[in-house]
């Protein structure tokens, strides 16, 4: 099955049209796309496929730019409890729970640092300002606006230096 919509969040931070394309099994050629593409207005399409050579392969002749890989991790249920001991110097806080101290320079720092290795940053039709400031809503979405489930902060020395998220959908949890 193909999934294909306008993503509202990227759109509206972007100021461009932006769709989301996911591909869950080997396309045999790119037309089944392209009619879907005809029917909207599209600035940019951030696809999600599974490793699929033949996907790359049309992909790539529809010109997208394959700059990044992202992947998705989708965990079977455990019984286990509890984190494996970090250096002492580390602490994992539970957002909602601990509600950690974090400022805005902490904010605009992480997502510099998280942006750098985007999809967002290596497209060259996007201003690296446009996706600096898209990271920055997803993180203060995430731990303000009840955006996922559920954040992870990793602190040393009271400075928020890494995010973890954990959204919910249909019974599954994705980070």
Known sequence: M?????????????????FKLYLDHS????????????QHQIDVIFCFSIFSNK??????????????????????????????????????LQCNKDKPRITRSDILSLAKVIGSTSRYFHDTNIP???????????????????????SFCLVVKNKLIGLATLKLKGGDGYI
Not at 2 to 18: A, H, P, T
């Open 2 to 18: 193909i999934k294909f919509y306008q993503d509202k969040f990227d759109s509206e931070v972007l100021g461009r049209k932006v």
């Open 128 to 150: 690296k300002s446009l996706a600096h400031r898209l990271y920055v809503k997803w993180i203060e979405n995430s731990l303000y606006k009840n955006y996922v489930n559920e």
């Open 55 to 92: 996907n790359i392969a049309i992909l790539e002749k529809l010109n997208f730019n394959l700059s990044s890989i992202r992947n998705t991790y989708k965990f079977a249920s455990s019984t286990e409890k509890g984190l494996f001991k970090l250096d002492s110097r580390f602490k994992i």
């Open 27 to 38: 396309l045999n050629n790119e037309k089944e796309l392209l009619s879907i593409f005809k």
